[in-house]
């Protein structure tokens, strides 16, 4: 009777994990909700028989992978709103390309905390849709992510329990999804207007103002730099007093990262 089995552990489907990069996102977002993710290789052959041999041969020559989806509709999901997005507005070409990431969590190591490392296999996909509504239960869509490209190694990390991923080595410079300001009159101008490429704005402020800054992945923290003290925001409101002409206050993204350009600075200045 075998005996390696018996000193080995099963592995179970929770052991590979997908996440999905939603456009204009930094990190890639665990996907949830997914009653159905099986992969077909569906390998190309080549077979033939020489003239000299009694047997075929046979050869792989290729692969047309797909991955089938299925998944229940949840509102506020970041990954399944983009996938309901292809769906309803039939999305065609590049609009409906995306990276997936497939991470194998036997290679998981544990660093510190909520952080740790892996090894993973990432992959261009469109997404093709098929179905939707398909039962009474709930709203639920199908389709299939069909490759678009070939498999990349990549090692991941992340920091907050695997909710969230970064590619080690990658620069992923954080960026925010959203920048206001108030005060108790009501809302303050940014000039120019918010874009999460422009880093350095103007406004019109004196007294108490109220910084309120989100950061596009939830893999990253939010802190705002006023006076010497700093405050973390990740989408709560930071108290600036005492602000006058000629002041700054300082947004700084940070992706948790030891890599070059783990942070991003937005900068106010005080008109």
């Known amino acids: 009777m075998g005996k390696n089995l018996s000193n080995s552990e099963l592995v179970m489907r929770t052991g590979k994990l997908a996440f999905y990069k939603v456009p204009e996102d930094t990190a ?28 075929e041969r046979t050869d792989t020559t290729g692969y047309a992978t797909s991955t089938a989806y299925a998944l229940d509709r949840y509102d506020g999901n970041k990954v399944i709103d983009d996938i309901v997005a292809i769906h ?26 909520t952080s740790w490392k892996a090894k993973a296999k990432r992959r261009d996909y469109t997404v093709v849709p098929d179905a939707d509504g398909s039962t009474t239960d709930c709203m639920t869509y199908s389709g299939s992510f069909k490759a678009r490209g070939e498999i990349e190694e990549v090692t991941v990390t992340t920091s907050d329990d695997f909710q969230t991923i970064l590619v080690l080595g990658e620069e992923n410079a954080p960026l ?21 490429d422009t880093k350095t704005y103007d406004i019109t402020a004196e007294g108490t103002i109220y910084v ?3 950061p596009q992945s939830d893999n990253c923290n939010v802190s705002v730099l006023y006076n010497g003290v700093t405050t973390r925001a990740n989408g709560k409101s930071v108290t600036c007093a005492d602000v006058a002409s000629g002041g700054k206050i300082y947004i700084i993204v940070d992706n948790g990262s030891t890599e070059a350009d783990s942070t991003s600075t937005y900068t106010i200045n005080i008109a």
């Open 88 to 113: 309803e507005d039939e999305k065609i070409g590049q609009d409906a390309v995306r990276s997936i990431i497939q991470v194998d969590m036997t290679t998981a190591e544990h660093l510190s905390g």
């Open 176 to 196: 925010l999804g959203s920048l206001s300001v108030t005060s108790t009159s009501g809302s303050i101008a940014l000039s120019p207007a918010f874009s999460s």
């Open 212 to 214: 309120l800054a989100s």
């Open 28 to 55: 890639y977002t665990r996907m949830e909700g997914f009653t159905d993710m099986s992969t077909s290789k569906n390998a190309k052959e080549y077979s033939r028989q020489y003239v000299d041999e009694e047997t």
